[in-house]
């Protein structure tokens, strides 16, 4: 079992920064992917950003130039450094983790329990 912890959201003004923060913890063998996703009151939720165990990244066009993942991969850990926030950017943000078990041969999705992030106009 795999336990992924999220911090770092909060409230902030529109124009300001926040960094979002996930630690992955347990029963850990291989980790893949790692990615920030977001929902919306109302919405689904959406891919924000992701990153490969080899540094690939990629991002939702909403964010390209303002957002940036990074990892850390001795801790099990990402980061998503959210500048430029804009009122459009609230949601609430998961964290989200492709981990195979010793043994398997295939990945399994884990989530975290989600930080709010209030962008005010």
């Known amino acids: 079992q795999v336990l992924l912890v999220e911090s770092g959201g909060g409230t902030v003004q529109a124009g300001g920064s926040l960094r979002l923060s996930c630690a992955a913890s347990?029963?850990?063998?291989?980790?893949?992917?790692m990615g920030w996703h977001r929902q919306g009151l109302g919405k689904q939720r959406e891919l924000v950003a992701s990153?490969?165990?080899?540094?690939?990244?990629n991002y939702a066009d909403s964010v390209k130039g303002r957002f940036n993942i990074s990892r850390d991969n001795a801790k099990n850990a990402v980061y998503l450094q959210m500048d430029g926030l804009k009122p459009e950017d609230t949601a609430v943000y998961y964290c989200?983790?492709?981990?195979?078990?010793?043994?398997?041969?295939?990945?399994?999705?884990?989530w975290g329990q989600g930080t709010q992030v209030t962008v005010s106009s």
């Open positions: 989200s983790a492709e981990h195979m078990r010793f043994g398997f041969s295939w990945y399994e999705d884990y």
């Open positions: 990153i490969a165990a080899d540094g690939r990244t």
């Open positions: 347990g029963n850990i063998f291989s980790i893949n992917t």
